[in-house]
């Protein structure tokens, strides 16, 4: 790879001819240049209460839409409410209270364990110096993939603006990568666990498993060791592995709950941003939730790539598919030939068949 050329070419920082970090510094619109993002609360503490306040404002949101049955909402929702009270094996209640129980240990734990280390010393750190270590790895990798002379000239026109995103998009956005491959590692891990030890399945995980049914505010609900191991090790491994500052921490745990909850959410919504971008989302997670997907869609929070790799994704026309031979007999949709949309309901297709059968039988 190396030739001689490049390495008699090769600019030590000290001497190369680049101006790759602008003074004053153009800071991103994110940046807030004060002690702390909410003001009295330093921000490690923030990381610790952010998540539960997401969780009651997403699940809030979610409460009301459930409540309200509008019906622009009801035409995405997964299962007909009624089934709420009569599949779920725990009550709203119960799982309000176990949720705001497990939460309250986690925040204990959470301020316990809280990073001791000023937060606002993140926030008022040398960038200037931070970038130029940043430029020094931009110059050598230029020069090793372009050859001295492409490098010289891109590094003239384009270093700074390349050395700025680099420090404040590109790698916070490959740090937050990180983090969620992480912890989507160790929650595929452990869940995968949980259902196929059968100690832990009966005494942890079934808890969750209560609600076949799931709804917003039961994303959380599990037992509080599951809550301990999964979430409260999960994000600690996760923000440590990429090494997060605590802003970033405060941002990536506000939007795996959210994301959480939105999964449970039990509704398949084509608008909104979170089941856009990911296809593990509250229809993949559903599968999970049901008799028929229990050993499948173990993969949380983030892609579905474990379940991929490890053969055990599930697709609702797979799950249709592998129900079929069984229920040919007693199925009457599947005896009259009708198709249904993956969730039970007959196609439009399907309606118009059935129409006419029935105006048939009439005639
Ligand atoms: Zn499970
Ligand atoms: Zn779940």
Known sequence: MFNSTVLSAWPTWS??????VRQPIQYPFYHIAKDSLVP???????????PFLIYWAVSGIFALIDHVQMPFFEQYRIHEPEEVKSRNRVTPGQVFRMVLLQQAVQTVLGLWWLDESDPAEQTFRDHAADMNGYARVIVRAAFVLLGPKTATRFLTTYGAELTSWAYWWGVPMLQF????????????MLHR????????YKHVHSVHHRLYVPYAYGALYNHPLEGFLLDTIGAVLSESAARMSTRQAVLFFCISTAKTVDDHCGLKLPFDPLQRLFNNNSDYHDIHHQFFGISSNFAQPFFISWDVICGTRLTREAAAARRKPRTDLRDP???????TNGHG????????EQAQLKQAKEE
């Open 40 to 50: 009295g609360l330093p921000d490690n503490v923030l990381a610790v209460l952010g």
């Open 193 to 200: 666990s949980f259902h196929q030890n059968k100690f832990l």
């Open 345 to 352: 309901n007959l196609t439009e297709q399907a309606s118009k």
């Open 333 to 339: 949709l599947i005896k009259a030939g009708l198709e």
């Open 15 to 20: 001497s190369h001819p680049y101006d790759m």
């Open 177 to 188: 990568f990180c983090a969620a491959v992480v912890m989507d590692a160790w929650q595929y």
